[in-house]
């Protein structure tokens, strides 16, 4: 990557500099003959901006330095000014920051706008002298951080506007690193405004070491908690809990969110429609849970009748009721040291609700004819299709009992609702199918995966496992048909994945929301939308918008 002779020319020459300097390749074992000087960061900020500009600045010198190692071996007659480039090159680049977004810099006095920007030069500087001009920044410019001045105008010795603005700025961005900046005599206002949420604090007067020593470290932490959050959200090699097959991310977060609770003993409550996997998701909660040494006891309310619901969940005394002529226990008593899951909650009668309250109170029962308080140590996981608090509302199930069984609510969405997981989903269960019956069909017709990708499956995961088991079966073909799924033929080609097409639509439908909201003027849609005025007229012209 050699520099160009004009770029040779264009660098300052200082006095010590008896060469110019001047950079070949240096492929291992061909070096060509290097003129060297010890270069200061004067040169070094010429040569990267006037050469190669900002944005590859942490490329090129990553390559220089590189390049004088290599040097650093092989010419021994020049290894004190190979070591001096080397270590300045070195401290260039721990100077710049990487990957710094925007600096914006919340002052009122321009002289000290101006010696702020001088002093952050290597930054995006934003500026700004009031709070209407600082939230417009912030909204349009997304600055990864903030220095901020409590005294701002039209009240500049009074902090109270300075308050307003940070506590304005963490609303629309909490991850925004504000760094207030008060009087020698305002301690009272910096702990204020850390604890309203700023970042840090600096008293004037202004000293550059010590305010770029602060933004410096806040940028810092800002690549440190981003690089920790693309850690903790990567999808790809995430994978959930046994028994889950899933790759939107509306089940991805479902499996998170029984992998934190499942550790605790707070009673779970499961909402989702009929086949979308709530038992499945209970067996998670007691397979990650603590009691997963003991049994996972499931019983579904709607399925048995009420008369013998109440001595199939408590157990009942010999001789409590005609037939009793031994003593049984209960469901709840079964699941002692381990999970019990009550499916149908909604269907639970009336007259039970209460007896159930109160075990769920006092971890306590009482079998059907007995006397004596049994005490449990289960978890308990509740699950419904129906809509509880419609129930409430209608005398139907006790509030009570809702809030008891509550304290933690995870919503199923339905098949419909996810994001790739239905062809996921279809092909693990041909392949299941497939090699359970022997069959050696190859896979799905381009009409079936349209047609099941556009089928809105009421029934969800269970409906589609049926149909694919009932295909399979059925079928002479040597693929599986639309037709052997009983949907609807829809050619694939209806199915649109051009990314540009999509991106147009998309934009389309944003910029004719954004101009209802504002009844068609231009200038406030690209401020709602983030843009600038000629951008958003740019794409109304290229989308045929009529305004």
């Known amino acids: 990557m050699p520099v160009s002779r004009a770029t040779q020319e264009q660098l300052p020459r200082h006095r010590g500099h008896r060469e110019k300097f001047r950079i070949v390749n240096c492929a291992p074992g061909s070096v ?12 070094m900020d010429a040569l990267m901006s006037r050469s190669y500009g900002c944005e590859r600045v942490t490329s090129v010198v990553n390559f220089l330095y590189r390049y004088i190692r290599c040097l650093n071996s092989l010419l021994k007659n020049s290894r004190n000014s190979v070591l001096n480039i080397s270590t300045n090159i070195k401290n260039y680049a721990k100077t710049q920051p990487m990957n710094n977004n925007k600096l914006l810099v919340v002052e009122d006095d321009p002289g000290l706008q101006s010696q702020i920007r001088w002093c952050f030069e290597n930054y995006d500087v934003l500026l700004a002298n009031d709070r209407k001009t600082a939230i417009e920044q912030v909204k349009k410019n997304k600055p990864a951080v903030v ?18 603005t940070l506590e304005q700025i963490l609303e629309i961005d909490p991850n925004i690193k504000v760094i207030v900046v008060t009087g020698q005599e305002e301690r009272e206002n910096s702990v204020k405004a850390i604890g309203l949420g700023a970042y840090d604090f600096y008293s004037k007067p202004f000293e550059p070491e010590i305010i770029g020593l602060i933004v410096n470290r806040a940028f810092r932490l ?16 995430y994978e959930p809990f046994s028994g889950v097959i899933a790759c939107s991310p509306q089940m991805q977060s ?63 005394e010999k001789g409590a009721f005609t037939g009793a002529d031994k003593q049984t226990i209960g469901k709840i008593e079964y699941a002692d040291g381990g999970t019990l899951f009550l499916d149908e909650m909604g269907d639970l009668p ?54 008891r069984i509550s304290e933690i609510p995870i919503e199923i969405p339905p098949l419909r609702d996810r994001d790739g997981d239905i062809i996921i989903l279809a092909r693990f269960f041909f392949e299941k199918f497939n090699e359970a019956h022997g069959r050696k069909i190859r896979g799905f017709t381009k009409d ?23 295909a399979v079966i059925m079928t002479d073909g040597k693929k599986l048909s639309s037709t052997d799924l009983e949907l609807d033929k829809t050619s694939s ?43 958003l007229y740019d794409l109304i012209k290229k989308l045929n918008i009529t305004i």
């Open 254 to 316: 479902v499996c998170k969110a029984v992998e934190k609770v499942a550790p605790s003993d707070a009673t779970v409550l499961l909402l989702g429609e009929s086949g979308t996997g709530k038992e499945l998701c209970a067996r998670g909660l007691h397979s990650l849970g603590s009691n997963r040494d003991g049994n996972f006891v499931a019983i579904n309310c709607a399925a048995i009748p009420e008369t013998l619901l109440e001595s199939e969940l408590f157990g009942y």
């Open 32 to 43: 060509n003959k290097v003129n060297l000087c010890v270069l200061c960061a004067t040169c």
């Open 493 to 535: 080609e209806t199915m649109n994945f051009n990314l540009r097409d999509i991106r147009e639509k998309i934009e389309r439908q944003a910029i004719l929301r954004a101009l209802s909201h504002v009844n068609g003027k231009v200038a406030p849609a690209a401020e709602l939308l983030g843009v600038s005025r000629p951008t």
């Open 350 to 403: 009336f007259a039970l609700q209460a007896k159930l309250l109160r075990f769920l109170q006092e971890r306590v029962v009482e079998r059907v004819g007995g006397r004596e308080p049994i005490p449990v140590n289960v978890r308990v996981v509740c699950a419904t299709h129906q809509n509880l608090r419609t129930k409430i509302e209608k005398g139907e199930f006790r509030e009570d009992l809702f809030y």
């Open 448 to 470: 079936a995966l349209g047609a099941m990708e556009s089928y809105s499956w009421p029934g969800n995961v269970r409906e589609l496992q049926n149909r694919i088991k009932r």
């Open 222 to 237: 800002l690549e440190l908690e981003d690089e920790n959050q693309r850690l903790q959200t990567a999808t790809p090699n």
């Open 147 to 164: 220095t901020l001045d409590l005294g701002l105008p039209p009240h500049e010795d009074n902090p109270s506007e300075g308050f307003a």
